[in-house]
């Protein structure tokens, strides 16, 4: 299985923070990755894919970069309304897929 | 709009069989190039990958759970079913059912499904 390792667990940030998530993979998984986020009590959504992707209706604030095995969900200026957890995900090798551990973002 | 509604029930004895449906409206299981799954989630954990069924029948299990996992497709309702036997505790997490092109674009609200006696 290719294990998915997210750094840091959790940060703390304030509003307007630039903020930084690293992802790496156990092996090269090309570009084959996505970013969730994920609010209490709701379903992860979708923000990007193919490593820097940006799904349709996500705000341009959030963009991602890396290819191979490191990967980096970069939030160019915090907002209150993205405080969440925050995970990546392979999709090069399934089965299985898998996800990382989770980034958990909360306010500084 | 694509919409994925989970049904079923939200608590399980220890040994029986899971088993939960998505009903999948907005988009037809039968010609769509997406396959159609399920991602669980423990009480404050992450995320697992249960399975994925494409229109035709092929499956992809993880294989942690390959062994007790079953996910089909109804066609004619439209719908995506999982079974999960032999369940435990450690199977209490909410189940969402999920449309995916390798990463998953549109997700179920959830159900959270307790095992307990």
């Known amino acids: 299985d290719i294990l998915m390792t997210q750094s840091p667990s959790s940060l703390s940030a304030s509003v307007g923070d630039r903020v930084t998530i690293t992802c790496r993979a156990s092996?090269?998984?090309?570009?084959?990755l996505a970013w969730y986020q994920q609010k209490p009590g709701r379903a992860p959504k979708i923000l990007l894919y193919a490593a820097s992707t940006l799904e349709s209706g996500v705000p341009s604030r959030f963009s991602g970069s890396g290819s191979g095995t490191d990967f980096t969900l970069t939030i160019s200026s915090l907002q209150p309304e993205d405080f969440a957890t925050y995970y990546c995900?392979?999709?090069?090798?399934?089965?299985?897929?898998?996800f990382g551990g989770g980034t958990k973002v909360d306010i500084k | 709009q694509l919409q994925l509604q989970e049904s079923g029930p939200g608590l399980v004895k220890p040994s029986e069989t899971l088993s939960l449906t998505c009903s999948v409206s907005g988009d037809s299981i039968s010609i769509s190039r997406y396959y159609w799954g399920w991602v669980r989630q423990s009480p404050g954990k992450g995320l697992e990958w249960i399975g994925s069924?494409?229109?035709?029948?092929?499956?992809y299990y993880n294989p942690s759970l390959k062994s007790r996992v079953i996910v089909s497709v109804d066609k004619s309702k439209n719908q995506v079913s999982l079974k999960l036997n032999s369940v435990t505790a450690a199977d209490t997490a909410v189940y969402y059912c999920?449309?995916?092109?390798?990463?998953?674009?549109?997700w179920g609200q959830g159900i959270l499904v307790a095992v307990s006696s």
């Open positions: 092996q090269d998984i090309a570009n084959s």
């Open positions: 999920a449309r995916l092109l390798g990463f998953v674009d549109y």
């Open positions: 995900q392979q999709y090069y090798s399934p089965p299985p897929l898998t």
């Open positions: 069924i494409f229109y035709s029948g092929s499956t």
